[in-house]
């Protein structure tokens, strides 16, 4: 029987350069996994308008340290930063207001001064579905730049409102909008929401957050509009 010789250089082969070789893939492998960290918490776009001159652009990104995703659409309003903050001030008073129709079956404004205010608000969700219930602070701000806006968040420590079991609550709700101006009578307006999915699947809660994001931009383009022709019929008579 032959017996095969193996040459010594095979065995440099394997104890020296083989581990070089399994050390280059395993960088390769943390690296490329970094990369997709770090992407996931890069905004990205999601969605976008499909007209020829695109209204609206909606992007998404990761929160660092958290399972949370944000959410913000961008797009252009005929109208001053101040009038748009003016229009979301107006709409949250609408919905407060019990002569109109209302989108839920409880709005309240229980807090209001110059620096924002505070609301409680059921939402009816489709059975088996408990309804839910949301307290929520807003927050107006400026900057230097000119923008304006206003954030919020949940604020159940300040809800004056004793709560059931019979709702559920809406622990985490976050977001803002940010009114640039970018010419005399316009600006750009920014809204984005943050929320924890938890297990939903994102093609179940994506295209709720694309309405409630697009909804939200129409509304203040709508209110904006409607106070400029009522604006201009006053200066005209």
Known sequence: MNNKIVSPS?????????????????????????????????????KIDKSDQPAWIISSRGITGTTSLEYKIEGNINSTPK????AFKQDLHQQADESMQKKYPT????EESKKGLLTYVI?????????????????????KDGSIGVKWHEAWEDCP????????????????????????????????VRFDPKKMPRWLFEPMVFK???????EIKEITTALNEEITSLNQN
């Open 212 to 218: 409630f994001l697009k909804d939200g931009l129409n």
């Open 83 to 86: 009038a748009c903050l003016a």
């Open 10 to 46: 095979y065995f440099i082969f394997i104890f020296f350069f083989a581990p070089m070789v399994f050390s280059l893939q395993s960088c390769v492998t943390t690296r490329d996994r970094s990369i997709k960290k770090w992407e996931r918490y890069e905004w990205k776009i999601a």
């Open 123 to 143: 939402h009816n969700e489709p059975f088996p579905l408990k309804d839910t219930e949301m307290s929520v602070r807003y927050l107006f701000f400026n900057n």
């Open 107 to 110: 709005y309240d404004i229980t």
């Open 161 to 192: 409102i004793q709560t059931t079991n019979k709702l559920n609550r809406i622990e985490t709700f976050r977001g803002s909008w940010d009114f640039t101006p970018i010419a005399k009578n316009s600006c750009q307006g920014v809204k984005s």
